[in-house]
């Protein structure tokens, strides 16, 4: 079964995973929550944020679902994986991190999440490589992310007064909205590191990292050619005549 991969639009917002609908880490300033770290209704914020970036600014968002219909025609409408980005003004949450600003060139990755089907093996560089490809598309020089590395574990154990005491200037960033989290809402360093991006402010907890755009080209053509070695084995492995039915990838 092939993978299409496609901007998110407003009206595909329910095909988005629970979480994904719900999370406001990066959406919603705790400053302006007065205290209160829960929202009335998470998802129409997170829709309403979705929408007040796409119509000034554009698409900020990929999706990747089946492209064909499962056995017996039932259209299979399932999400398998999904990135959100956008400019770093619209993203109140960045202003908050100890490694920024963001650069004034940069758009800024904020989340990214894939279905642990069968089917979604490399699906994450994938919806990278679509994001590169469309910034491209848009004139943007560079992709920048905020990473968490594994040393953020022991401020979670710490507990709140630890974490003042160790690290008063990552406060701002620890602080909860709800079900989101650092350790749910924030991209692993070590995942950022893997599809190409590099350190440019070091933080033993927090990095940003920065992906050149005008690279984009040599690394995507690298994925393309990864998967392709990918299909090849898979054709060569195939029976004789099961060719009608081998499975795909594209992003298409």
């Known amino acids: 079964m092939s993978v299409r991969i ?13 979480h994904a609908r719900r999370c406001v880490f990066w959406e919603v300033d705790p400053a302006t929550l007065g205290g ?52 770093p003004r619209a993203i109140p949450r960045a202003h908050r ?14 989340s990214i999440g894939v279905d642990p089907a069968p089917m979604a093996d490399g699906l994450p560089r994938e919806l990278i ?15 920048e992310a905020f990473g968490r590395t594994p040393a953020v574990a022991e401020l979670l154990d710490a507990g709140s007064a630890g974490r003042a005491a160790v690290a008063p200037d990552i406060a701002p960033v620890l602080e909860a909205v709800g079900d989101c989290s650092v350790e749910h809402c924030i991209i692993g360093a070590d995942f950022l590191t893997d ?19 005008d690279k984009g080209l040599g690394w995507k053509a690298e994925v393309e050619a990864a998967l392709e070695h990918l299909l090849e084995s898979a054709r060569l492995q195939e029976p004789v005549g099961a060719g009608a039915t081998m499975p795909s990838v594209s992003a298409e």
């Open 6 to 18: 496609a901007p998110l639009k407003l009206e595909g917002f329910e095909q988005l995973p629970k």
């Open 36 to 87: 209160d770290e829960r929202l009335a209704d998470p998802e129409f914020e997170k829709e309403a944020w979705l929408s007040m970036v796409m119509l000034e600014w554009g698409s900020c968002g990929q999706v990747a679902t089946p492209s064909h219909p499962v056995l017996g025609g039932i259209a299979d409408p399932d999400c398998l994986g999904y990135v959100l980005y956008a400019p």
């Open 97 to 110: 991190f100890p490694t920024g600003p963001v650069s004034a060139d940069a758009v800024l990755l904020t």
């Open 129 to 143: 490589a679509r994001v590169v490809d469309e910034l491209m598309r848009r004139g943007v020089r560079a992709l």
């Open 195 to 213: 599809v190409g991006f590099t350190v440019v402010a070091p933080h033993r907890y927090f990095p940003r990292f920065r992906l050149e755009l």
